[in-house]
T-cell receptor
Framework: DAGVTQSPTHLIKTRGQQVTLRCSPKSGHDTVSWYQQALGQGPQFIFQYYEEEERQRGNFPDRFSGHQFPNYSSELNVNALLLGDSALYLC???????????????FGPGTRLTVL | GEDVEQSLFLSVREGDSSVINCTYTDSSSTYLYWYKQEPGAGLQLLTYIFSNMDMKQDQRLTVLLNKKDKHLSLRIADTQTGDSAIYFCADEGGGADGLTFGKGTHLIIQP
């Protein structure tokens, strides 16, 4: 059973460009969350997708957008890249369960984005 | 907003116990997690604890939760060189699906 996969593994862009990162969730999972991990920091929640809609969003500008496809895979798009967007972007998948119950998120290996 | 704090470094001798501490501010936290990140890798879930529990043990790992003080700790017994990594405490607030992470504690193992 493949876990969470992300592509590409590394990416170099220049300021002002746009980038698309991809994530395939663990088999059987229907929810995808995206996190940004800057160097020396903990991951920060960007947003979560469920049933092809953005369900919740962290404190990130509108330059960060996403999409979820019918097969539950997801894309993260970042427009007008800034130097400060350089980070490891992590995707996590989970199974949506109603109510206050344990809902483990499985993380992918991440995409390392460098903005020059 | 919600905040999770951890000390940045911990150095222990091989074979000793490691205790990594974390404090959080969200009083509505339902689950609290410990993740491990090795160099160049993603996050691996080590263990978690539900907010109505005081302690959870899982082989070499012991999690202690003091909900009154909003303090969480992870004890690793018989620390080995393979335990060298960054350990993140994460908080899942009530009704929130995104995890709030601390900055991570670098665990350094001395021979």
């Amino acid at each position: 059973d493949a876990g969470v996969t992300q592509s590409p593994t590394h990416l170099i862009k220049t300021r002002g460009q746009q980038v698309t990162l991809r994530c395939s969730p663990k088999s059987g999972h229907d929810t995808v969350s995206w996190y940004q991990q800057a160097l020396g920091q903990g991951p920060q929640f960007i947003f979560q997708y469920y049933e092809e809609e953005e369900r919740q969003r962290g404190n990130f500008p509108d330059r960060f957008s996403g999409h979820q496809f019918p097969n539950y895979s997801s894309e993260l798009n970042v427009n007008a890249l800034l130097l400060g967007d350089s980070a490891l972007y992590l995707c996590a998948s989970s199974l949506a369960i109603r109510g206050p119950t344990y809902n483990e998120q499985f993380f992918g290996p991440g995409t390392r984005l460098t903005v020059l | 907003g919600e905040d999770v704090e951890q000390s940045l470094f911990l150095s222990v001798r091989e074979g000793d116990s490691s205790v990594i501490n974390c404090t959080y501010t969200d009083s509505s936290s339902t689950y609290l997690y410990w993740y491990k990140q090795e160099p160049g890798a993603g996050l691996q879930l080590l263990t978690y604890i539900f907010s109505n529990m005081d302690m959870k043990q899982d082989q070499r790992l012991t999690v202690l939760l003091n909900k009154k003080d909003k303090h969480l700790s992870l004890r690793i017994a018989d620390t080995q060189t393979g335990d060298s990594a960054i350990y993140f405490c994460a908080d899942e607030g009530g009704g929130a699906d995104g995890l709030t992470f601390g900055k991570g504690t670098h665990l350094i193992i001395q021979p």
